[in-house]
């Protein structure tokens, strides 16, 4: 409704244009209405010239001929919009709507009557329209004659679909039959004109007339306000437009240039009003103060204005004429600021100009002033004028959008500094010196670790700080020794120490303990895999849990942790593989810089898919798959959807690890399992939410069950189905296995021993006094 309310209304007003242009002047005219836009070509008698209109153009010419002081012009018009108003809100026939509406147009053009043509129907006739018919009195149509040359004025614009006026209907022989129409009146001039769609199809004939003696009275001097009037208003809007082009242009070509932004603006604020100076002043709502940093002063080059950006100055909000149109968002129009009490005069101290008169506009965006510009010292004027108002009114918009990308702008570049500094901070504190990386170099293992090092249950805990040693060994044991650069691996390795945090259990221990399982499976699997992804998967490994802390990927999707808007599934895991590539990109860590580019991608590639599969919600499906490939015998290591299934049960198998360690090692692991596991509980408690059990300290008692549910459900299958890819690993099943049947012991006497038991609640471990475990992975 609001489409064709526009649709209507902008053809009453330029068919009211065109007859007051068109009429008692040499000219031709031509008026297309274009569905909501309208194409004005007029050749006037001395130079022609084409006008281009749009919708938003109407409302110029509503303004203009408002203005004028023709009392009935302005009743008609306020006729025509309260008519339109009405009429389109309430429905209705859309002939009868647009019959009604020419009556209007008639009375605006003070033509002595009209005729509206519609087509018949096989769109090869006329139709005259009548708004009571003879039936029931509703509306009719009337048939008029066919569309062709050589009879009515209407057929002749429907053949030819171009406005034509004529002077003297009865005189011209080209149209033998005059409008068609015996009415009794003789019918003197016409103006007549093709209504058409978007696509020019022929929708209606609108034929305005004038009977023989008509006066015209003071037609030529009111056709000569009314156009002077419109191309005043014209070239203010192709000013409008030729600004918006420019800006757009600026803003799109080089969008760090704000303040070259602001220049435009003000350079056409002063143009639209003809102003002295201008000054946009932005909001400050926190310290409720108005600041600027670019200043008109006062000259020009090239016959441009010169704006210069200077230190900042701030006022108070409560202070002068911009501040109270700051609090109030309300319009000022002052012709004396300094007979204003409310006029500011720090700002005239501070630049020494002096302020005669001022047009202060606020600049609001989504309901909230976050601006003001001031217009001060008319040109040309004693002080500013309503249509001065009007006009700032207008621009006040694009006004708004310039300053809502110049604040969007400057918060993007604060927040880049802010994490340039905090990236450089964080590189300080994560990257290894280069003490570090030396005296591993330096580092030798004792030789008893070299036979237990190939056994699936070392304990790497009595060597901490050997770890990072052992891992180079695994490494170079693995690859050969020529696999990667010594400086750069051993750069590499302790940076990837310094990077993990000091929780309870995923941590640099057990970033070792898991990329030694996996060396152990490598070692008993040779031939399998190639040098490349052994690379990778060692590298995952010790990189798998990168920067955890100590929370699950439920519970940071849970609170809308910024990681978990980062990364939807995998939450963590990913995060751990970003880490990983973020520490390859630092200067001197990049162990794959002898591969060639598609080696590198797809050793990272190895990379992604093995820690990403350590997010346990994925092992489930994927071990499925593995069993039934097994089970039918389809499985082909070719295969590259096979071979990512195999590793994908490797790095669970791997994570998985400390369930196949001796009884020493495994009794301190629960400890840090469940200081973790709590410790996400009481977070959830302090904000009212109920943990699930395995992580509710109330809740210790239900921990002998949960582990062997863990050990029915996930670890047994998982190193079941690697025995059987792998026959070698299955020392890994044999180890699970002693640990699920001492859990199962354990739940059976659990009530009897429960005495044995002492509940370390400050620090969240679990102490056994008997010689059995608690334990979960």
Same mark, same amino acid.
């Given at each position: 409704?609001?489409?064709?309310?526009?649709?209507?209304?902008?053809?009453?007003?330029?068919?009211?244009?065109?007859?007051?242009?068109?009429?008692?002047?040499?000219?031709?005219?031509?008026?297309?209405?274009?569905?909501?836009?309208?194409?004005?070509?007029?050749?006037?008698?001395?130079?022609?010239?084409?006008?281009?209109?749009?919708?938003? %153009?109407?409302?110029?010419?509503?303004?203009?001929?408002?203005?004028?002081?023709?009392?009935?012009?302005?009743?008609?018009?306020?006729?025509?919009?309260?008519?339109?108003?009405?009429?389109?809100?309430?429905?209705?026939?859309?002939?009868?709507?647009?019959?009604?509406?020419?009556?209007?147009?008639?009375?605006?053009?003070?033509?002595? +009557?009209?005729?509206?043509?519609?087509?018949?129907?096989?769109?090869?006739?006329?139709?005259?329209?009548?708004?009571?018919?003879?039936?029931?009195?509703?509306?009719?149509?009337?048939?008029?004659?066919?569309?062709?040359?050589?009879?009515?004025?209407?057929?002749?614009?429907?053949?030819?679909?171009?406005?034509?006026?004529?002077?003297?209907?009865?005189?011209?022989?080209?149209?033998?039959?005059?409008?068609?129409?015996?009415?009794? $009146?003789?019918? %003197?001039?016409?103006?007549?004109?093709?209504?058409?769609?978007?696509?020019?199809?022929?929708?209606?004939?609108?034929?305005?007339?004038?009977?023989?003696?008509?006066?015209?009275?003071?037609?030529?001097?009111?056709?000569?306000?009314?156009?002077?009037?419109?191309?005043? +208003?014209?070239?203010?809007?192709?000013?409008?437009?030729?600004?918006?082009?420019?800006?757009?242009?600026?803003?799109?070509?080089?969008?760090?240039?704000?303040?070259?932004?602001?220049?435009?603006?003000?350079?056409?604020?002063?143009?639209?009003?003809?102003?002295?100076?201008?000054?946009?002043?932005?909001?400050?709502?926190?310290?409720?103060?108005?600041?600027?940093?670019?200043?008109? $002063?006062?000259?020009?080059?090239?016959?441009?204005?010169?704006?210069?950006?200077?230190?900042?100055?701030?006022?108070?909000?409560?202070?002068?004429?911009?501040?109270?149109?700051?609090?109030?968002?309300?319009?000022?129009?002052?012709?004396?600021?300094?007979?204003?009490?409310?006029?500011?005069?720090?700002?005239?101290?501070?630049?020494?100009?002096?302020?005669?008169?001022?047009?202060?506009?606020?600049?609001?965006?989504?309901?909230?002033?976050?601006?003001?510009?001031?217009?001060?010292?008319?040109?040309?004027?004693?002080?500013?004028?309503?249509?001065?108002?009007?006009?700032?009114?207008?621009?006040?918009?694009?006004?708004?959008?310039?300053?809502?990308?110049?604040?969007?702008?400057?918060?993007?570049?604060?927040?880049?500094?802010?994490?340039?500094?905090?990236?450089?901070?964080?590189?300080?504190?994560? $990257?290894?010196?280069?003490?570090?990386?030396?005296?591993?170099?330096?580092?030798?293992?004792?030789?008893?670790?070299?036979?237990?090092?190939?056994?699936?249950?070392?304990?790497?805990?009595?060597?901490?700080?050997?770890?990072?040693?052992?891992?180079?060994?695994?490494?170079?044991?693995?690859?050969?020794?020529?696999?990667?650069?010594?400086?750069?691996?051993?750069?590499?390795?302790?940076?990837?120490?310094?990077?993990?945090?000091?929780?309870?259990?995923?941590?640099?221990?057990?970033?070792?303990?898991?990329?030694?399982?996996?060396?152990?499976?490598?070692?008993?699997?040779?031939?399998?895999?190639?040098?490349?992804?052994?690379?990778?998967?060692?590298? /995952?490994?010790?990189?798998?849990?990168?920067?955890?802390?100590?929370?699950?990927?439920?519970?940071?999707?849970?609170?809308? %942790?910024?990681?978990?808007?980062?990364?939807?599934?995998?939450?963590?895991?990913?995060?751990?593989?970003?880490?990983?590539?973020?520490?390859?990109?630092?200067?001197?860590?990049?162990?794959?810089?002898?591969?060639?580019?598609?080696?590198?991608?797809?050793?990272?590639?190895?990379?992604?898919?093995?820690?990403?599969?350590?997010?346990?919600?994925?092992?489930?499906?994927?071990?499925?798959?593995?069993?039934?490939?097994?089970?039918?015998?389809?499985?082909?290591?070719?295969?590259?959807?096979?071979?990512?299934?195999?590793?994908?049960?490797?790095?669970?198998?791997?994570?998985?690890?400390?369930?196949?360690?001796?009884?020493?090692?495994?009794?301190?692991?629960?400890?840090?399992?469940?200081?973790?596991?709590?410790?996400? +509980?009481?977070?959830?408690?302090?904000?009212?939410?109920?943990?699930?059990?395995?992580?509710?300290?109330?809740?210790?008692?239900?921990?002998?069950?949960?582990?062997?549910?863990?050990?029915? /459900?996930?670890?047994?299958?998982?190193?079941?189905?690697?025995?059987?890819?792998?026959?070698?690993?299955?020392?890994?099943?044999?180890?699970?296995?002693?640990?699920?049947?001492?859990?199962?012991?354990?739940?059976?006497?659990?009530?009897?021993?429960?005495?044995?038991?002492?509940?370390?609640?400050?620090?969240?471990?679990?102490?056994?006094?008997?010689?059995?475990?608690?334990?979960?992975?």
């Amino acid at each position: 409704m609001d489409c064709l309310k526009q649709y209507l209304w902008a053809l009453c007003m330029f068919m009211l244009l065109c007859y007051l242009m068109l009429n008692s002047i040499d000219i031709n005219g031509e008026l297309s209405l274009l569905c909501g836009r309208i194409n004005l070509s007029t050749s006037f008698s001395g130079p022609s010239k084409n006008v281009q209109l749009s919708c938003m %153009h109407v409302y110029v010419f509503l303004s203009c001929v408002q203005q004028y002081q023709d009392t009935n012009m302005q009743s008609v018009v306020y006729e025509l919009n309260s008519y339109m108003e009405h009429r389109l809100d309430t429905g209705g026939d859309n002939k009868l709507l647009l019959y009604e509406l020419c009556n209007i147009i008639k009375t605006a053009t003070k033509a002595d +009557g009209f005729a509206l043509y519609f087509l018949g129907e096989c769109n090869n006739s006329l139709c005259l329209f009548t708004p009571t018919g003879a039936k029931e009195g509703l509306p009719g149509l009337i048939p008029s004659g066919p569309i062709t040359f050589g009879t009515t004025i209407a057929a002749h614009v429907a053949k030819t679909r171009k406005t034509l006026l004529v002077e003297d209907i009865m005189g011209d022989e080209r149209f033998p039959h005059g409008t068609g129409q015996d009415s009794g $009146i003789r019918v %003197h001039s016409v103006l007549c004109l093709p209504i058409l769609t978007a696509i020019g199809d022929l929708i209606a004939i609108l034929e305005l007339h004038r009977h023989l003696g008509r006066e015209r009275k003071c037609w030529y001097f009111f056709l000569f306000i009314f156009r002077s009037q419109v191309c005043r +208003g014209l070239a203010k809007q192709t000013e409008l437009n030729d600004f918006l082009l420019d800006v757009s242009k600026t803003y799109f070509d080089n969008i760090v240039a704000i303040d070259s932004l602001l220049e435009h603006i003000m350079i056409y604020a002063k143009n639209l009003v003809n102003a002295d100076r201008c000054a946009l002043f932005q909001v400050d709502h926190n310290n409720k103060e108005l600041y600027s940093d670019l200043f008109d $002063i006062g000259e020009e080059n090239e016959g441009k204005p010169v704006f210069r950006k200077t230190k900042e100055i701030r006022f108070s909000i409560e202070k002068g004429i911009a501040g109270q149109v700051a609090r109030t968002g309300e319009v000022l129009n002052i012709p004396d600021a300094y007979a204003d009490p409310r006029f500011n005069r720090e700002v005239d101290l501070y630049t020494g100009y002096t302020t005669r008169n001022i047009l202060c506009m606020p600049i609001v965006s989504r309901g909230t002033v976050i601006g003001v510009v001031q217009m001060v010292n008319k040109l040309g004027g004693s002080a500013f004028t309503k249509t001065d108002e009007n006009n700032f009114k207008m621009f006040a918009v694009f006004c708004a959008l310039a300053l809502h990308c110049a604040n969007m702008y400057h918060r993007i570049r604060h927040s880049e500094c802010i994490y340039r500094v905090t990236m450089e901070k964080l590189s300080y504190h994560s $990257i290894c010196t280069s003490e570090e990386w030396k005296t591993l170099t330096q580092l030798s293992l004792p030789s008893a670790i070299y036979k237990e090092i190939e056994l699936f249950h070392f304990d790497i805990a009595p060597f901490e700080e050997l770890w990072p040693a052992i891992f180079v060994y695994m490494v170079y044991n693995s690859c050969g020794k020529t696999s990667f650069e010594q400086e750069k691996l051993c750069r590499f390795t302790m940076s990837v120490r310094k990077n993990y945090r000091r929780v309870p259990y995923h941590n640099w221990k057990h970033a070792v303990t898991v990329a030694h399982c996996m060396y152990a499976i490598l070692q008993k699997t040779t031939g399998i895999f190639t040098e490349l992804e052994r690379k990778g998967l060692l590298i /995952a490994c010790l990189c798998h849990d990168l920067d955890h802390r100590g929370y699950s990927n439920s519970y940071l999707q849970k609170f809308d %942790h910024p990681l978990a808007a980062l990364y939807s599934t995998s939450t963590m895991e990913q995060h751990h593989f970003s880490q990983t590539v973020s520490i390859l990109q630092l200067e001197g860590h990049n162990i794959f810089s002898n591969l060639t580019s598609s080696e590198y991608e797809q050793v990272l590639e190895i990379i992604r898919k093995a820690i990403i599969a350590t997010d346990l919600a994925l092992y489930f499906g994927n071990r499925k798959q593995l069993a039934e490939l097994l089970a039918t015998g389809a499985l082909d290591l070719n295969n590259r959807a096979h071979r990512d299934r195999v590793i994908g049960l490797m790095m669970t198998a791997c994570d998985l690890c400390s369930v196949t360690k001796l009884w020493s090692v495994t009794r301190l692991t629960a400890n840090d399992i469940y200081a973790e596991f709590w410790a996400e +509980g009481d977070e959830m408690k302090k904000i009212g939410m109920q943990p699930i059990p395995m992580m509710d300290r109330d809740k210790k008692d239900e921990v002998p069950q949960g582990q062997v549910g863990f050990y029915n /459900a996930v670890a047994i299958p998982c190193y079941t189905t690697l025995s059987e890819l792998f026959p070698p690993s299955s020392p890994l099943l044999t180890a699970c296995s002693l640990v699920q049947n001492s859990s199962n012991r354990y739940l059976h006497t659990f009530d009897r021993m429960s005495t044995y038991f002492k509940i370390n609640v400050p620090s969240g471990y679990v102490t056994l006094q008997a010689n059995e475990l608690l334990y979960i992975s």
